[in-house]
């Protein structure tokens, strides 16, 4: 028994580092005189505008923009309240700039949309799930002719308040499948129970 308890140990000690799927919500009202924005020339005002990318937080990293940020990836997308979701053509990422703003851009220096507050950003790396909230806008916020799959995006203004949020399982409402780590844990479980009967005295047991 000691020997297989020994040997089960190492298997889980040898097990890699299993990637956590994270997904990056942020989203805010689109404001303005005449016109909160446009999609591909058709117009909106006072649309909520929800931007998402799902990535692993094994590929969270600093070397890309000197900051915490998500892959750079096309693909991601963006969802305006009565006109649908689309895609974003060109490569976007969330980032975490460690001077108090979250939010998803398409270069360093810049965001499409962003949420302000240095009590939870100053600190926060991208790589734990963090609850949905309502945060002070980036004032520097800002989507001008960008293009996606429904045409060229741009949107005036946004108001006061993003809200932002870092979930996990939270775009695809579905039941996973266990993975390997899962898939041992039911093995260890299982074999912990053969060994407890053997030291029981089963004498059906075979011993190693």
Known sequence: MTKTVGLLALTLA?????????TFTISATATGSFSGGSLNGDTFT????????????TDISSS?????????????????????T??????????DNAINIVGITNESG??????????????YTL????ASA??????GSAVSDVAT???????????????????????????????PLGLVCVGAILLAAGLFRCRRGSTACVRP
């Open 14 to 22: 040898a097990l890699p580092a299993m990637a956590s799927s994270i």
């Open 149 to 179: 799959s429904g045409g060229s995006l741009s949107i005036t203004s946004f108001g006061d308040s993003a809200t932002f949020q870092a979930c996990a399982g939270c775009a695809v409402a579905s039941t996973p499948e266990p993975g």
């Open 134 to 139: 309502s945060y002070p806008i980036y004032s």
């Open 110 to 123: 810049s965001a499409y949309l962003g949420a302000d507050d240095g009590s939870v950003f100053g600190s």
């Open 64 to 84: 890309t923009c000197g900051y915490p940020c998500s892959p750079d990836v096309a693909g991601n997308t963006v969802t305006i309240a009565g006109l649908g």
């Open 46 to 57: 006072n649309a909520l505008i929800t931007f998402i990318q799902t990535t692993d937080t």
């Open 86 to 95: 689309v895609t974003l053509s060109g490569d976007t990422y969330f980032f």
């Open 127 to 130: 790589t734990t799930l963090l």
